[in-house]
T-cell receptor, first 115, second 114 residues
Framework: GAVVSQHPSWVICKSGTSVKIECRSL??????MFWYRQFPKQSLMLMAT?????????EQGVEKDKFLINHASLTLSTLTVTSAHPEDSSFYIC???????????FGPGTRLTVT | SQQGEEDPQALSIQEGENATMNCSYK?????LQWYRQNSGRGLVHLIL?????REKHSGRLRVTLDTSKKSSSLLITASRAADTASYFC??????????????FGTGTRLTIIP
């Protein structure tokens, strides 16, 4: 199946700093990428949908100025958590979709810890 | 919230037994999918069932879908220790050629006891 990577796999940052997470589709062109957040022992909650070359669509309650999403190419989307706070500590997962596939492919996730 | 519900929240069974988990959702769907997530890892796609299908098999997995009850079940037969993971159902309401927005259920934590 198609492969999606995320980098970094884990990151620790200090409160007030910004962190960038990359999501790459390695062997296909992803017309759409999705960003999810998952708190411990909870389900995935969709944060935003990004389409290559256009602005991301954010879910209700997700601050677009805090979670900056850029989908600069068909193989790369980035999520930047700005001015991170301890409550932003979570597992962030991306997925990539293409009209070629019925299913989306998920990255391995990024564990963010804000101290 | 439009999130679906899964039950049980947690399930522990002996290796070799069958495991059944259920998913209920709230709105009309296009497809329903099941995913597995090992602790601290990404999601692995297991099976997709379309809204006009009632049952689907894949290896040791059997999925049923009842759109009148807005529910689905996932059966894992002859469980193995490697099946220990969290299982999520996910629905999409609008067909968008592989770019559908998914709504995930609350998940079932399955533990297989060797």
């Amino acid at each position: 199946g198609a492969v999606v990577s995320q980098h970094p796999s884990w990151v620790i940052c200090k409160s007030g700093t910004s962190v960038k997470i990359e999501c790459r589709s390695l062997d296909f062109q992803a017309t759409t990428m999705f960003w999810y957040r998952q708190f411990p022992k909870q389900s995935l909650m969709l944060m935003a949908t990004s389409n290559e070359g256009s602005k991301a669509t954010y879910e209700q309650g997700v601050e677009k100025d805090k979670f900056l999403i850029n989908h600069a190419s068909l193989t790369l989307s980035t999520l930047t958590v700005t001015s991170a706070h301890p409550e932003d500590s979570s597992f962030y997962i991306c997925s990539a979709g293409s009209p070629l596939f019925y299913e989306q492919y998920f990255g391995p996730g990024t564990r963010l810890t804000v101290t | 919230s439009q999130q679906g519900e899964e039950d049980p929240q947690a399930l522990s069974i002996q290796e070799g037994e069958n495991a059944t988990m259920n998913c209920s959702y709230k709105t009309s769907i296009n497809n329903l999918q099941w995913y597995r997530q090992n602790s601290g890892r990404g999601l692995v796609h297991l099976i997709l069932i379309r809204s006009n299908e009632r049952e689907k098999h894949s290896g040791r997995l059997r999925v049923t879908l009842d759109t009148s009850k807005k529910s689905s079940s996932l059966l894992i037969t002859a469980s193995r220790a490697a099946d220990t993971a969290s299982y999520f159902c996910a629905t999409d309401a609008v067909p968008n050629f592989g770019n559908e927005k998914l709504t995930f259920g609350t998940g079932t934590r399955l533990t297989i006891i060797p």
